[in-house]
């Protein structure tokens, strides 16, 4: 399985972006998908999540970016709305077999190659 990340950026406060994940093979609709983003100096941290259950999002981003699958196109997108300057990170997404813990780096099997989000003041 290969995850291609695309649409990060260099937006400024208040604007939008929309990320895009492709994901090769034909088992894209049995995986979780999940969205990560790592700071510089800092921990990669849990952004959103695409199950089987639902979707779920960090606090820091709730009511602020949307997570979506399109089966047909194995993609995964993570649109960005009121971007603030703390969610300026490399976004990563990430894959891994259906069911247990969606929010813990560790438990995702593929990553794809990360993309800059650089969100001015």
């Known amino acids: 399985v290969q995850l291609q990340a695309s649409g990060g950026g260099l937006v400024q406060a208040g604007g939008s972006l929309r990320l895009s994940c492709a994901v090769s093979g034909r088992t894209f609709s049995t995986y979780d998908m999940g969205w990560f983003r790592q700071a510089q100096g800092k921990e990669r941290e849990f952004v959103a999540a695409a199950i089987w259950g639902g979707t779920f999002y960090a606090d820091a981003v709730k009511g602020r970016f949307t997570t979506s699958r399109d089966y047909g196109r194995n993609t995964v997108y993570l649109q960005m709305n009121s971007l603030k300057p703390e969610d300026t990170a490399v976004y990563y997404c990430?894959?891994?077999?259906?069911?247990?813990?969606?929010?813990?780096?560790?438990?995702?099997?593929?990553w794809g190659q990360g993309t800059l989000v650089t969100v001015s003041s």
């Open positions: 990430a894959a891994k077999n259906r069911g247990g813990n969606y929010l813990t780096p560790s438990q995702y099997d593929f």
